[in-house]
């Protein structure tokens, strides 16, 4: 056979595989969506060129660079203390409200409770419910127990306005887990709480991380209740330090505003990729064995 005769019949046996046409929905679609990414990129590329600019404005433009702007926030102590009160308000609001969901959920997940269903429904109604309409209840509250201006009981708040949805996300991570394995534990004579620990805990990793990062997120961008609760300038986290930042002296300051921000986002950024690697997408139960 030539070689002109096997190239031919080698294109005889190709396949051709037919491609579907971009549809217009599809095109008006992702038109959309870069138009949205678009709206979220613009703001922090501003922040990012702001941060190092020596002569910043609300413009979107290139920088004459200059580290004046760090060097300006970091040696004010107001800003520092801000850190500080943000990371003690969410990291104490991102525990207790990791704790307890994990506590909740569980029960709710595997034992039969009398009307589970309806309360189930009336957490999830209440993670859905606006926190500034609790605001002045919860404030006379804080009042009455002398609870204002401090950090730790601001945080309960938080946490318990963060309790609902965790509760409903923490379920739904424990309902994957086979209760078969927790079956085979208590046959062994494992008990109620040694399950939870050395079985669920190990296997929902996943549900916790997203729980714990979600927490921390809300609590670390809070700003009514934090405003509201607490009014010592030592107390005063990062986003009502930002407010006052912005009103000082009736002028902008663009640059410090911008890095202020940028110092802001960090924790944020390396909390989530210190605990990506819990977002693996799926329960591994392959060591899960009786």
């Known amino acids: 056979m030539s070689a002109v005769e096997a190239r031919r019949a080698g294109a005889e046996k190709l396949i051709v595989v037919p491609y579907s046409r971009v549809s217009p929905a599809a095109v008006a679609t992702n038109m959309i969506l ?3 990414g678009c709206f979220f990129l613009l703001p922090m590329l501003w922040m990012v060129f ?3 600019d020596s002569n910043p404005d609300w ?3 290139l920088p004459t660079p200059t580290l004046a702007n760090f060097t300006d926030v970091l040696g004010r102590a107001d800003a520092i203390s801000s850190f500080r009160s943000s990371l003690i308000l969410a990291g104490t609001t991102t525990v207790v409200t990791t704790v307890l969901a994990v506590l909740a959920a569980y029960p709710l997940s595997r034992m039969h409770i009398p009307f589970k269903r309806a309360f189930m429904l009336a957490i999830l109604f209440a993670s859905g419910l606006p926190v500034s309409m609790l605001i002045v209840p919860v404030y006379q509250m804080y009042v009455y127990f002398g609870w204002l201006d401090s950090l730790y009981t601001t945080a309960l708040f938080l946490a318990a ?4 949805f ?3 996300l923490m379920k739904n991570f424990i309902d994957a887990v086979p209760a078969e394995l927790e079956q085979a534990a208590a046959i062994d004579g494992a008990s109620t709480a040694r399950i939870l620990r050395e079985l669920v805990l190990p296997l929902t990793l996943p549900g916790i991380a997203v ?3 979600y927490t921390f997120i809300n609590a670390w961008g809070a700003f009514i209740i934090p405003f509201v609760l607490t009014y010592s300038p030592d107390n005063q986290p990062g986003p009502v330090e930002i407010y006052n930042f912005m009103g000082s002296h009736g002028l902008f300051k663009f640059g410090d505003l911008a890095v202020f921000s940028l ?3 960090v924790p944020v950024i390396v909390l989530y990729l210190f605990m990506s690697r819990y977002f693996s997408g799926a329960f591994n139960f392959g060591g899960a064995v009786k």
Not at 161 to 164: A, Q
């Open 34 to 36: 870069i138009l949205l």
């Open 50 to 52: 702001a941060s190092v």
């Open 59 to 61: 413009a979107i433009k």
């Open 161 to 164: 306005s963060s309790l609902p």
């Open 166 to 168: 965790a509760i409903w």
């Open 211 to 213: 729980t714990a990062i």
């Open 263 to 265: 110092l802001f986002s």
